[in-house]
């Protein structure tokens, strides 16, 4: 039998210490916290402060559903998004961009491996 995973409230769950963001371009932390894995997916809450960083999604699908904060997300082809509470994104396997995160913004996220 496997075991269900579950967070009374993921806006309010206290994350572990925050860690500096290694693809941050304005030295920002974040703080993340799995809540269930198998062998291709993980699923959690994902916290990180203002400034800039890059993302690519190589090897993954991502799928965020943003709790509090905002943010400006611009694809490499350009397509930009603005992020807020209760905003639905995917990234999809092969997505890189660009993350500014205007006020502290908290997600929950799932990653799905892709068969490469």
């Given at each position: 039998m496997t075991s269900l995973a579950h967070l009374a409230s993921a806006p309010d769950v206290r994350l572990p210490a925050a860690q500096p963001k290694p693809t941050s371009l304005t030295g920002q932390s974040e703080?993340?916290?799995?809540?269930?894995?198998?062998?291709r997916t993980e699923t959690g809450i994902w916290e990180c402060e203002?400034?800039?960083?890059?993302?690519?999604?190589?090897?993954f699908h991502e799928i965020c559903q943003i709790l509090?904060?905002?943010?400006?997300?611009?694809?490499?082809?350009?397509?930009?998004?603005?992020?807020?509470?209760?905003?639905?994104?995917?990234l999809p396997d092969g997505w890189s961009g660009t993350w500014?995160?205007?006020e502290t913004i908290r997600k929950t996220y799932v990653t799905i491996r892709t068969a490469r």
């Open positions: 703080a993340a916290l799995e809540v269930w894995s198998d062998e203002p400034g800039s960083f890059t993302a690519v999604r190589d090897g509090a904060g905002r943010a400006t997300l611009t694809g490499e082809d350009g397509q930009v998004v603005e992020l807020a509470p209760g905003s639905t994104v995917v500014d995160v205007h």
